[in-house]
């Protein structure tokens, strides 16, 4: 690299083009560090044991985020993933898949794996939580030109009737209904995706194929009536998931 301050070998341009190297070599390096929040330090995939952080250059330090209804969070915090999964691999080679061990959609694995999030609902500014049911969302109702889905049947992938729905839950802040609530045979009541729900209005029924009909006593159930955290939608959305590959033996075996 020429000397830009030589005299006689003054270049502007090379000046210009020196400053952006240095400034790409700095940005590169900064997002290196911040994308290393969460998820680090790796873990080895066979044996568990923490692979190196990076180094100095690599390894951000640790920050307060302070959330925006309340409360603080630090990362990265050293914590460790500690729950077990029932499930076991299929080889002792790295990347090898993970078979589930017992009830395939209780393993949370594959499709039904889930991430551990806070356990509070999302929220509006001002409007209280951004997710609720209908009857706690006063000024929100279905267009009449739209089949309301309360009443209508929830039959399963073999045909089966898993319940009656209830309510549906709405999203306030983009306006369209998250899950449809689900009212089962002993009482209890589960929310299933609206995006894995097929609307029949001429048969007032709603199909979801992700499960069986009985698979739905299995799904996740909320603390609260009228909210649902961060946490309960990341199980409720992994559980029906994974009923997509693990809800009979056929789904998860080759098509070949």
Known sequence: MLNIFHPGEFDIALMVFDVFVLFFVGLVLYLRREDRREGYPLEDDVSGRLEPAGGLFFTAKPKTFKLAHGGAVTKPDGQRDSRKLAAKRTSPAPGSPLQPTGDPLLAGVGPGSYAERAKTPDMLVGHGTKIAPLRAAPGFSI?????????????????????????????????????????????????????????KKASRTIEVSALLAAQFAKAPTLASDDQITFDEEERVSAFFGGGLLYATPERSEPWL
């Not at 929830?154 to 009656?164: C, L, M, P, S």
């Open 143 to 199: 267009d009449p030109k739209d089949p309301d889905p309360r009443g209508m049947k929830v039959v399963g992938a073999d045909g089966q009737t898993a319940g009656v729905v209830s309510d549906v839950w709405i999203d306030k802040g983009e306006v369209l209904i998250r899950y449809i609530e689900v009212k089962l045979a002993d009482g209890k009541t589960v929310l299933a995706p609206m995006p894995l729900c097929k609307v």
